[in-house]
């Protein structure tokens, strides 16, 4: 990735403050180190925790506040730009949603999601609007409108 695609803009520097001040990513930093993980600063005010040792939940990568943690290590985030988009746009959800609340609404979405679709993404507002395909997420194919 160029530098020039992680340079901080307006909205990211808000959203690393407002992710500090509403406490999700003090919890991310705290859930990757829990974790094992190793974290390293990315860029756009986002950390990458790699080699997250629990198999919970079973995701390529999971955002929580600006720290995108993975069981996989950060050259293998790096690799993926359009998951790294998909995972961005998660932070600025939990910017836009009060932080740790974000976490109580988005179980419920992929609930909900599964309840209609029989997957926990397309129906999940939260997936939908980080980019289903960037996540690597297939819409299903009886309910895809």
């Known amino acids: 990735m160029s ?13 690393t403050v407002i992710n500090w001040i ?5 919890l991310g930093l ?4 829990l974790g094992g993980a190793t974290v390293v600063r990315r860029g ?10 629990y198999r919970f939940p079973v995701a390529g990568a999971f955002t929580i506040g600006s720290v995108i ?10 690799a993926r730009p359009a998951l790294l988009r998909h995972e961005d746009r998660h932070c600025t959800q ?8 974000m976490l109580p609404l988005y179980v419920l979405a992929v609930a909900v999601s599964y309840l209609l679709a029989g997957d926990p993404a397309t129906r999940n507002p939260f997936e939908r609007w980080a ?8 819409l299903a194919s009886k309910h895809s409108s």
């Open 3 to 15: 530098a020039a695609v992680l340079a901080p803009t307006g909205w990211t520097r808000a959203r």
């Open 22 to 26: 509403n406490l999700s990513t003090p």
């Open 30 to 33: 705290l859930i990757a180190w």
């Open 44 to 53: 756009r005010g986002t950390w990458l925790a790699g080699d997250y040792r």
């Open 69 to 78: 943690v993975s069981r996989h290590d950060a050259a293998w985030l790096r």
């Open 94 to 101: 939990y910017a836009l949603l009060l932080g740790p609340v």
């Open 131 to 138: 980019g289903l395909a960037d996540g690597g997420y297939r």
